[in-house]
């Protein structure tokens, strides 16, 4: 459907996941690290699991529901109707995006 996504963001042991239009974007179910779990796996506060796993470029990833027959394809950006910038002049001019590293950092803890 035209106009419709998602955003999952990762970040110090929490996965949030939005859903996003054209016009809102409403927090959708989150996750956190269990101590000791295995790298890019993600327990919310109803018990179920949420696996992230890198998936080819350094630019994409899986997200898997256990128990859902399939997984859902993530890829690194920032949808096209952002106008704000997200990157601070210094990322720009390096080529840098902290928040996908400190994902990536994430996922292999």
Known sequence: ??????????????????Q???????????????????PGRYTTPDGEIV?????GPPNRALLHWDGSPGDRGLRRGVPPHITTPVFTPEELEH???????????ELGR
């Not at 080529?95 to 950092?105: K, L, Y």
């Open 51 to 55: 696996t992230v796993r890198p998936a």
């Open 20 to 38: 996003v239009t054209g016009v809102s974007c409403l927090k959708g179910s989150s996750a956190e690290r269990a101590a000791g779990a295995a």
């Open 95 to 105: 080529g840098r995006d902290t928040a996908f590293d400190r994902a990536v950092a």
């Open 1 to 18: 459907m035209d106009g419709y996504g998602t955003v999952v963001t990762l970040d110090r042991g929490r996965l949030q996941e939005y």
